[in-house]
């Protein structure tokens, strides 16, 4: 193989490679910037870097996979590449605006968030359990480090290292699942086929696999580490892991269902589409419950996420029961619209807040900062399933997949049912934040002092939100 055709062969992770040296780069020009510029230059730095990998991604955009079958770039994770680099300007913004707000010196988390970037894109394109391990810990580590950024925080440190030990288990269960999948198939590629004899070698890997996955993506029973975690980091970290950590995780568990439908164990397939029912609305159950009696914006955002980890699973699981062709358009359509909508609100937060951590001080603060409180509101309204943005369209779509599942089940028509009702339930909390943010303040707040960047982002993610509700990419 000449040198030519390998840069050619190797063009499907250009645009992750730009973003680890803008990362690279980053954490070497922060060396040489004084603390006052620290803020001002390497903000804009990401963002060029990150400006740069989204148009080489649309210029090596298609549907092909390197020679080696580690990667695969197809019009689905092309679409979630692309939500990587807007979720990672976003966090750029908000913590630009943290720092600038807060006289933070902590410039290092400007590299860590890139570096936490190339491994989810890793992820996002992996076909290969190898290279999906290494994109997973490669974003793993970093947020790890960016949780605990708040270093004078008992409650950052407590949660970075429940996260940081409940993660590194998982990703030995994980690392293990592997193990017992190249066993049962004599490949780590995503849909070898099970060899004969080893089906119950192949079950126990897929659970694993499965199990490891859904750590990340906070689902139940896994979720246990969401709420401290999401608590205890900056908000705009919170926003970060809440949207790219779930787009990560679930496209290579989607990875990994669609590799089962590749293989001729169909009770595997049958258990673990019953898996993802029972785990997605224990889920939905956990998050929308738990969520009502919680007054911290963040831990309300939190167990959102894990109700909506639980509509995601509810929509990789529904086309199995309505015995349908594999249909997962719903799911990745209710992830993307997820993942704007809960960092664009959680980012915007994080300029809202004050010093302390309950909606009692964001009360009045969208009276004070209008724009930034319109652009929550509609992140918020999304999240909700409120009418106009796209996050409507999205449980629309999981709930009329779970209808048509229940005319060849009936069983699916009560948990529809049940989702629904969590749904409405879940809705309040959303509904809720917005009322303190536009209630009538009792202090005066102090405004952001450098706005500008974080204005500009949110009003993007309100009009993607908008936009996908016309025009859906899945």
């Known amino acids: 193989m000449t040198e030519s055709s390998l840069f050619y062969d190797l063009k499907i992770i250009y645009p992750a490679t730009v973003v680890a040296l803008g990362g690279a780069v980053s954490l070497a020009v922060e060396s040489f910037i004084g603390k006052e510029g620290k803020h001002k230059i390497l903000p804009w730095l990401n963002i060029s870097f990150l400006v740069i990998a989204a148009f080489i991604l649309k210029s090596v955009s298609g549907s092909y996979s390197d020679p080696w079958?580690?990667?695969?770039?197809?019009?689905?994770?092309?679409v979630f590449s692309y939500s990587v680099l807007f979720c990672a300007i976003l966090g750029t913004a908000g913590l630009k605006n943290t720092f600038k707000n807060n006289g933070g010196n902590l410039s290092e988390a400007y590299s860590?968030?890139?570096?936490?970037?190339?491994?989810?894109?890793?992820?996002?394109?992996?076909?290969?359990?190898?290279?999906?391990?290494?994109?997973?810990?490669?974003?793993?580590?970093?947020?790890?480090?960016?949780?605990?950024?708040?270093?004078?925080?008992?409650?950052?440190?407590?949660?970075?290292?429940k996260y940081f030990i409940s993660g590194s288990l998982f990703s030995a269960v994980f690392l293990y699942g592997i193990a017992l999948f190249y066993g049962s198939t004599g490949s780590t590629l995503l849909g070898s086929d099970v060899l004969a004899g080893r089906e119950s070698i192949y079950q126990a890997a897929t659970f694993m696999l499965t199990f490891g996955?859904?750590?990340?993506?906070?689902?139940?029973p896994l979720h246990f580490w969401v709420a401290d975690a999401y608590t205890g980091a900056l908000?705009?970290?919170?926003?970060?892991?809440?949207?790219?950590?779930?787009?990560?995780?679930?496209?290579?568990?989607?990875?990994?269902?669609?590799?089962?439908?590749?293989?001729?164990?169909?009770?595997?397939?049958?258990?673990?589409?019953?898996?993802?029912?029972?785990?997605?609305?224990?889920?939905?159950?956990?998050?929308?419950?738990?969520?009502?009696?919680?007054?911290?914006?963040?831990?309300?955002?939190?167990?959102?996420?894990?109700?909506?980890?639980?509509?995601?699973?509810l929509g990789f699981c529904y086309p199995y029961f309505a015995k349908q062709a594999?249909?997962?358009?719903?799911?990745?359509?209710?992830?993307?619209?997820?993942?704007?909508?809960?960092?664009?609100?959680?980012?915007?937060?994080?300029?809202?807040?004050?010093?302390?951590?309950n909606l009692e001080d964001l009360r009045g603060a969208a009276r004070q900062e209008p724009f930034i409180g319109i652009c929550v509101s509609v992140c918020l309204a999304s999240l909700a399933g409120l009418p106009v943005a796209a996050g409507f369209l999205a449980k629309f779509r999981i709930f009329a997949g779970l209808v048509k599942a229940s005319f060849e089940n009936h069983l699916i028509w009560g948990l529809a049912i049940a989702a629904f009702v969590l749904a409405v339930i879940s809705a309040t909390y959303y509904i809720r934040i917005i009322y303190f943010m536009w209630s009538n303040p009792t202090t005066r707040r102090k405004p952001s002092q450098d706005p500008i960047?974080?204005?500009?982002?949110?009003?993007?993610?309100?009009?993607?939100?908008?936009?996908?509700?016309?025009?859906?990419?899945?």
């Not at 079958?69 to 092309?78: A, C, K």
């Not at 996955?213 to 139940?220: E, P």
């Not at 939905?284 to 009696?293: C, E, K, N, P």
């Not at 994080?350 to 302390?356: K, T």
């Open 235 to 313: 908000a705009a970290v919170t926003g970060y892991m809440a949207a790219v950590v779930k787009i990560g995780a679930f496209v290579a568990l989607a990875s990994v269902w669609i590799g089962l439908f590749g293989s001729s164990a169909s009770v595997v397939i049958a258990r673990e589409a019953i898996l993802f029912l029972c785990l997605g609305l224990a889920s939905v159950a956990v998050g929308a419950i738990t969520g009502l009696v919680q007054n911290s914006a963040r831990r309300i955002l939190a167990f959102s996420s894990i109700a909506n980890a639980g509509f995601i699973l």
């Open 112 to 161: 860590l968030l890139m570096l936490s970037a190339t491994g989810i894109m890793l992820m996002v394109i992996s076909m290969d359990l190898m290279s999906l391990f290494l994109g997973m810990e490669l974003a793993s580590f970093p947020i790890y480090a960016l949780v605990a950024m708040n270093r004078r925080s008992k409650k950052s440190n407590e949660a970075a290292f």
């Open 326 to 357: 594999l249909d997962l358009n719903s799911a990745f359509y209710f992830l993307l619209c997820y993942a704007i909508a809960s960092m664009g609100a959680l980012v915007g937060i994080s300029a809202l807040m004050s010093d302390y951590d």
């Open 69 to 78: 079958n580690l990667f695969m770039l197809n019009p689905v994770n092309e």
């Open 213 to 220: 996955l859904l750590f990340k993506a906070g689902a139940f």
């Open 453 to 474: 960047l974080l204005n500009v982002v949110l009003a993007l993610a309100v009009l993607l939100l908008i936009a996908l509700a016309v025009w859906m990419p899945f």
